[in-house]
């Protein structure tokens, strides 16, 4: 963490300062603002932020939607009974803002007095202000209006509560607590961390739209693992996915390092090491195929305002959820969870649906879940997986093909655990790279360039419209993807023999 700084205004960059200047301008008939929350914390600590917290007296929603229209931004009315709204300044405000970023300007209805109103905030960092019009001047400390001791705790690197009531006031905070902790790469303090636990069933009664933002941004902040274990410490984890506690204490195979339980939380550790490229030692990712277009594919925003990495490290939590249900132990001792990955796809859509992800979040998670297993299953022994194999892989794992890859890697490395070494995986690592890059080649290598059309098999087989028409250029366009064929003429003698095996054997083309 950055040390306390006095100088803000040498912190600031002429952006915000210019932009504080101009939103001070437009305020002025409003009495006394104030800098207040998360903006607060961040600048006096050293810490850029485009999250801009403003508290008053007046009516908030009718101030900011004045501010909406006098910067060109968009109004956001955020709690219309507490007077709180959100003015967006977008890259679209190219005369405001120099740079290409999106600013959040969140204005408040002060609750009662300025005093009344910080005491009724969670935790302490984020109950702290400054008269807006007095910020960029030296002297700001001697303004600074902190009464429960928020500075110091920002300079013991502390998360704690402003009162005992915070969490039963508000259980979405539970989840706030994790999550300012992990941003700020601060601590629990202790009595803080009693009250959780001691509260934790105040989460039950939150919006599931609340719990799965508040989720998401947890597992989308570096070191994510970390995050997971201490939701689970504190009683939260359990509540919010309930699916995962049956994996606690569930022995695996001897391959396996962790129980299930502690499996599937490494799991995500071990998908942010791999997409992050923070893996320890270097050696794990020496092995693993990554470059620009990735790290975009990775980063792209795919669901509820996330990316296709926290969505990742989702499933990794997920991945083996159904392994305690699907559980057997043979005569000899081997222990085996036949069709885990189909039950547990089943039950992370129900998880997700509980917890209102969009449509494409379920798909995806769903996907990911249920085809976990499959890079690993597409060849045996030492051979690599068939271009056959590879083709039906990435035509039916579809937008999370290699998100899947990805997972599967994640797996296999939380599976060893300490227990992983460098031949072993240089050889699992190097069977998905040929997947991956085979893959690649047969996507460049598009569709087939017109071989055949419907008419042409319906001429052909002497058959009229059907479903066996569209499998029988399925199978055309998987032939010429993999190589097998190269000409009009052998996707006809395709055709033909797979018609005359079907009639041969009593099925359909």
């Known amino acids: 963490m950055n040390t306390i700084r006095s100088d803000i205004a040498n912190l600031l960059s002429e952006e915000t300062r210019s932009l504080l200047r101009r939103i001070a301008t437009l305020l002025s008939a409003v009495e006394e603002p104030y800098l207040v929350g998360g903006f607060l914390r961040d600048t006096i600590s050293g810490r850029t932020t485009h999250d801009i917290d403003i508290a008053f007296q007046e009516d908030a929603v009718i101030v900011a939607r004045q501010l909406a229209d006098a910067l060109g931004g968009a109004l956001v009315v955020l709690d219309e009974s507490r007077r709180i709204a959100r003015v967006v300044l977008g890259d679209e405000d190219g005369a405001l803002l120099s740079q290409k970023e999106t600013w959040h300007l969140d204005l408040a209805s002060l609750q009662g007095d300025l005093h009344q109103d910080l005491a009724r905030r969670d935790f302490t960092v984020d109950a702290m202000a400054v008269p807006l019009r007095t910020f960029l001047e030296d002297d700001w400390r001697s303004a600074l209006v902190d009464p429960f001791g928020g500075r110091q705790d920002l300079e013991r690197r502390l998360i704690r509560a402003v009162g005992p009531d915070v969490f039963k006031e508000d259980g979405i905070r539970l989840l706030r607590a994790v999550r300012l902790a992990a941003a700020l790469g601060f601590d629990l303090e202790e009595e803080t961390r009693a009250a959780i636990r001691k509260d934790a069933a105040a989460i039950d009664s939150v919006s599931a739209e609340r719990v799965r933002d508040e989720l998401l941004a947890i597992l989308a902040i570096p070191n994510a693992v970390r995050s997971v274990y201490l939701m689970d410490d504190l009683g939260l984890l359990g509540r919010l996915l309930p699916e995962l506690e049956a994996g606690r204490n569930v022995q695996q195979p001897k391959e396996h390092y962790w129980d299930v339980f502690q499996h599937n939380i490494e799991t995500v550790g071990a998908m942010e090491g791999l997409v992050s490229r923070t893996w320890e030692p270097p050696w794990i990712l020496e092995e693993v195929v990554w470059d620009q277009s990735l790290e975009q594919h990775f980063s792209e925003v795919v669901t509820d305002g996330h990316t296709r990495t926290t969505l990742c490290k989702l499933a990794g939590l997920l991945h083996d959820v159904a392994k305690p249900a699907t559980k057997t132990v043979e005569t000899s001792g081997r222990i085996r969870f036949l069709g885990h990955h189909s039950a547990g796809a089943a039950i992370a859509r129900s998880a997700m649906e509980r917890l209102r992800l969009s449509r494409r979040g379920v798909q995806m998670v769903e996907s ?7 890079p690993g299953q597409m060849s045996q022994g030492v051979e690599l997986p068939t271009s056959r194999a590879i083709y039906r892989y990435f035509r039916r794992a579809g937008d999370v093909a290699l998100d899947t890859l990805y997972l599967n890697m994640a797996d296999y490395i939380a599976a060893r655990g300490p227990y992983l070494e460098r031949d072993e ?5 190097g069977m998905v790279r040929h997947i991956q890059v085979t893959g690649a080649e047969q996507r460049q290598a598009a569709t087939s360039p017109g071989l055949l059309n419907g008419r042409d098999v319906m001429e052909l087989l002497g058959i009229g419209p059907g479903p066996q028409i569209g499998q029988l ?13 190269a000409t009009r003429d052998a996707a006809l003698d395709l055709i033909k023999k797979r018609s005359l095996e079907s009639q041969e054997s009593g099925t359909h083309a």
């Not at 995986?425 to 690592?429: H, I, L, N, P, V």
């Not at 199978?475 to 993807?481: D, F, K, L, Q, R």
């Open 368 to 374: 990911m879940v249920d085809l976990h297993l499959r």
């Open 473 to 485: 250029l399925d199978m055309v366009e998987e032939a010429w993807t993999t190589g097998e064929i």
């Open 425 to 429: 995986w240089a050889g699992y690592a």
